[in-house]
DNA sequence: CTTGTTTTTGCAATTCGGTTGCAGAAACGG
DNA sequence: CCGTTTCTGCAACCGAATTGCAAAAACAAG
């Protein structure tokens, strides 16, 4: 019998494949748009925050998924759908509802690249919008 | 005898100039970085980090001042340094240094407008560069 | 200037997300 | 199966942000 799906792609981005992790990832893909500790916690209620914590801190070093300071208070996360989603190139824009509060993905839009100054290191771009979602300007 | 200079700022983004207000505003203009809450208790030891909490709240509604977040745990802020500093064609992005833990301003560099999906609502951009600053880069 | 009203401020307490130390549990490698 | 390493749950802690409330300051009218 061939190991699960997700446990490959722990495998591929060379995390081992604990249960906790497994159900982890699991619940991670449940979710439509960026998620929370906190949401993780709801979801996966046998989980303790502070394995939950220590799996996101795992899982964004390995690349497995973006960290969004949204300015909620909150920190998000969402994972990356493709092997190349973590290269600046590809980074796409998120898009924070003051509203409703939650984030989105616009996995369409990427970030533009620009010209940076001389001197500073690029590592890591974080391109965030705020504003209304589609669903709360409908309201009103 | 005019008014200070300082006032005259508060007034002109529609602020009640009170003494604490303009002496934060003085503070805020002695930074050459972007700075904290925690920053300006320091230096504005007088105050009670609640009135510096409630005014920074106040003059970025006012939009005197850019809220950055930069993913250090602590928020940080920067002066608009113009009338339209708030404006979106006039933004511009922030340099998080992940080693001395520095935010700049890069007041040159402009947020690159791309095509925003429909439906979506724009009213703020924040383009965050993370890396490594000059300093930090010829250390080493 | 004095008085009454509104706004602002300082203090103290609290909330909340994030983070850590540690001991037991699980995974791993012979 | 056993010794070693890694992971997890628990409980405690931290620090930034936030709030309620009463006193102080700003303001407006007489």
Redesign the pocket.
Known sequence: MSENRFEEILRQHEI??????ILLLETMERFENTF???DLETEAD??????I???LALFAQHHLLHVIEDGS???KYCLCHNDHACRIEEMHVHFHCEICGKTFCLDNVHVPVIRYPEGYEVREINYLIKGRCPACRSKR
């Open positions: 081992r494949p604990t249960a906790v992790r929370s500790l906190a046998t989980l303790d925050k502070s394995s914590f220590r799996t208070g909150a920190t």
